[in-house]
């Protein structure tokens, strides 16, 4: 398998390349040259299999080449086996032909767990062999950070700084990572909000000299390893509802297209599924593409989905290099104008092929209060802000009431008191048994300002295990 750039002008590379390079030299994002496609035949002969054998199909062509399957076997093995449900992923009816898959079962309660507990695993496997040691630095809007350090905390040749914005991310999302010590884990408080983060992380990938000579690996999901695992519970949860006989739908709340970009690649695997919905908050940069052909720069707002708190979504490249035949200068043209003027459409016989997969919805914070106490009274099944605001958009985009809706639920409620409070619930929320003490664990952080040079000055100073690069 080879992966090439969205923007056209980075070299070809390997799984085990691109696992290493993130972002490709020239700003584009890594996607698979030709992507593999399973019969209807081949994915019902999958029903009934455990979730990390169920992996070991989807993925395996993703890998050829680069680990052998014994040893990738093993290493998804080990990265479910630690979640805590049996099932690692299972699904929840809310009504009739209406559910919701729990995707929080991992280590840090949210749908992030699937992806970064085999990316760690992944990277300790190749770094070992290749007698190399590297630095991560990630943004977080919330769940990715606490995952990715699970992820990685272990590793013995990585040291990983996580950048999240000061003050804008939930308690517990806080505490998840601030409270985990490491000579190779740092902490960053980013004065200023995720996008900012998110900015400074692509700008270090441009220009890694600060780091001399370490390579820079990202643990976004720019990095293809992520979207490759999350297109895995698509095939699981539709497996478990009829399909490949029959057609699915999803709706995935999403801030940065990575969760609901897997599934249009399972769809283009060869999986029956008929409706994507794209659900959003009021920062509804997706919504307003999809509903509208604009793709425009808007003032970021705090909301209590903290984690789709998200102005621009990196992985919406990915979809645009689709809709542009999979043309990289044409991309690279786009995504130029974007970074100058804020603003992006396409033609309307492209944004038209779009719509005819996805749908879309923002939802605003006080229906996603309403939808959780809805839910809760109508089933007693209690949900976190984001996946609300997927089963109140759900609701409103479904096209048929034959298939198969399916929410994915993103994370935890316990780790979003703030929003069940204002939802008016009344019910008690517990931290898992692993997690009981959180509120008394010391924390270590360090807050920066909103500057890119402040921040990489930090990771040259703290990396190889505290020791200065």
């Given at each position: 398998?080879?992966?090439?750039s969205t923007r056209?002008?980075?070299?070809?590379?390997?799984?085990?390349?691109?696992?290493?390079?993130?972002?490709?030299?020239?700003?584009?994002?890594?996607?698979?040259?030709?992507?593999?496609?399973?019969?209807?035949?081949?994915?019902?002969?999958?029903?009934?299999?455990?979730?990390?054998?169920?992996?070991?199909?989807?993925?395996?062509?993703?890998?050829?080449?680069?680990?052998?399957?014994?040893?990738?076997?093993?290493?998804?093995?080990?990265?479910?086996?630690?979640?805590?449900?049996?099932?690692?992923?299972?699904?929840?009816?809310?009504?009739?032909?209406?559910?919701?898959?729990?995707?929080?079962?991992?280590?840090?309660?949210?749908?992030?767990?699937?992806?970064?507990?085999?990316?760690?695993?992944?990277?300790?496997?190749?770094?070992?062999?290749?007698?190399?040691?590297?630095?991560?630095?990630?943004?977080?809007?919330?769940?990715?950070?606490?995952?990715?350090?699970?992820?990685?905390?272990?590793?013995?040749?990585?040291?990983?700084?996580?950048?999240?914005?000061?003050n804008r991310v939930?308690?517990?999302?806080?505490?998840?990572?601030?409270?985990?010590?490491?000579?190779?884990?740092?902490?960053?408080?980013?004065?200023?909000?995720?996008?900012?983060?998110?900015?400074?992380?692509?700008?270090?990938?441009?220009?890694?000299?600060?780091?001399?000579?370490?390579?820079?690996?990202?643990?976004?999901?720019?990095?293809?390893?992520?979207?490759?695992?999350?297109?895995?519970?698509?095939?699981?949860?539709?497996?478990?509802?009829?399909?490949?006989?029959?057609?699915?739908?999803?709706?995935?709340?999403?801030?940065?297209?990575?969760?609901?970009?897997?599934?249009?690649?399972?769809?283009?695997?060869?999986?029956?599924?008929?409706?994507?919905?794209?659900?959003?908050?009021?920062?509804?940069?997706?919504?307003?593409?999809?509903?509208?052909?604009?793709?425009?720069?808007?003032?970021?707002?705090?909301?209590?989905?903290?984690?789709?708190?998200?102005?621009?979504?990196?992985?919406?490249?990915?979809?645009?290099?689709?809709?542009?035949?999979?043309?990289?200068?044409?991309?690279?043209?786009?995504?130029?104008?974007?970074k100058a003027s804020?603003?992006?459409?396409?033609?309307?016989?492209?944004?038209?092929?779009?719509?005819?997969?996805?749908?879309?919805?923002?939802?605003?914070?006080?229906?996603?209060?309403?939808?959780?106490?809805?839910?809760?009274?109508?089933?007693?099944?209690?949900?976190?802000?984001?996946?609300?605001?997927?089963?109140?958009?759900?609701?409103?985009?479904?096209?048929?009431?034959?298939?198969?809706?399916?929410?994915?639920?993103?994370?935890?409620?316990?780790?979003?008191?703030?929003?069940?409070?204002?939802?008016?619930?009344?019910?008690?929320?517990?931290?898992?048994?692993?997690?009981?003490?959180?509120?008394?664990?010391?924390?270590?952080?360090?807050?920066?300002?909103?500057?890119?040079?402040?921040?990489?000055?930090?990771?040259?100073?703290?990396?190889?295990?505290?020791?200065?690069?």
């Amino acid at each position: 398998m080879r992966y090439i750039s969205t923007r056209g002008q980075a070299p070809a590379l390997n799984f085990e390349e691109v696992l290493l390079a993130g972002l490709a030299s020239d700003g584009g994002l890594y996607v698979p040259e030709n992507l593999p496609r399973f019969t209807v035949e081949e994915i019902a002969s999958w029903a009934g299999l455990p979730y990390h054998e169920l992996a070991f199909r989807v993925m395996r062509p993703f890998v050829a080449g680069s680990i052998p399957d014994a040893d990738f076997k093993q290493i998804l093995e080990d990265t479910y086996g630690v979640f805590a449900h049996s099932a690692v992923a299972p699904l929840r009816q809310l009504d009739a032909n209406e559910w919701v898959l729990e995707l929080f079962h991992g280590p840090t309660l949210a749908f992030k767990d699937f992806a970064l507990q085999l990316l760690g695993r992944l990277l300790d496997y190749v770094l070992a062999k290749r007698g190399e040691r590297v630095v991560i630095i990630g943004a977080t809007s919330g769940d990715t950070g606490s995952a990715a350090i699970e992820g990685c905390r272990r590793c013995d040749n990585v040291d990983i700084f996580i950048l999240h914005p000061h003050n804008r991310v939930s308690e517990v999302q806080r505490r998840q990572m601030t409270t985990i010590f490491g000579d190779n884990i740092h902490n960053i408080a980013v004065e200023g909000n995720f996008d900012d983060c998110q900015e400074m992380v692509k700008d270090s990938f441009a220009d890694q000299g600060f780091l001399k000579g370490t390579r820079l690996v990202a643990v976004n999901s720019i990095n293809w390893a992520r979207i490759m695992a999350q297109i895995v519970y698509y095939f699981h949860a539709a497996l478990q509802l009829g399909g490949p006989a029959r057609s699915v739908a999803f709706s995935v709340p999403t801030g940065n297209f990575g969760d609901i970009f897997a599934g249009y690649l399972a769809r283009n695997m060869g999986l029956p599924v008929s409706q994507l919905v794209v659900a959003t908050n009021r920062n509804d940069i997706l919504h307003r593409f999809m509903s509208g052909n604009r793709y425009d720069k808007d003032t970021l707002h705090p909301s209590l989905s903290p984690s789709m708190d998200i102005m621009v979504s990196s992985n919406f490249e990915r979809l645009l290099f689709d809709l542009h035949g999979r043309n990289g200068a044409a991309v690279a043209e786009l995504m130029s104008a974007f970074k100058a003027s804020g603003t992006l459409s396409v033609d309307e016989e492209r944004w038209t092929e779009a719509r005819r997969l996805f749908d879309s919805l923002a939802v605003d914070d006080e229906q996603t209060c309403k939808t959780i106490a809805d839910v809760f009274e109508a089933t007693g099944e209690l949900l976190d802000p984001h996946t609300a605001i997927g089963v109140y958009a759900a609701r409103e985009c479904r096209r048929s009431l034959a298939t198969p809706m399916v929410t994915l639920g993103t994370a935890h409620p316990v780790k979003f008191p703030e929003a069940v409070e204002k939802a008016g619930v009344g019910k008690a929320l517990e931290l898992p048994a692993h997690l009981a003490d959180l509120f008394e664990r010391p924390e270590r952080c360090t807050v920066l300002p909103n500057d890119l040079k402040a921040m990489q000055a930090f990771v040259s100073e703290h990396g190889n295990r505290g020791k200065p690069l």
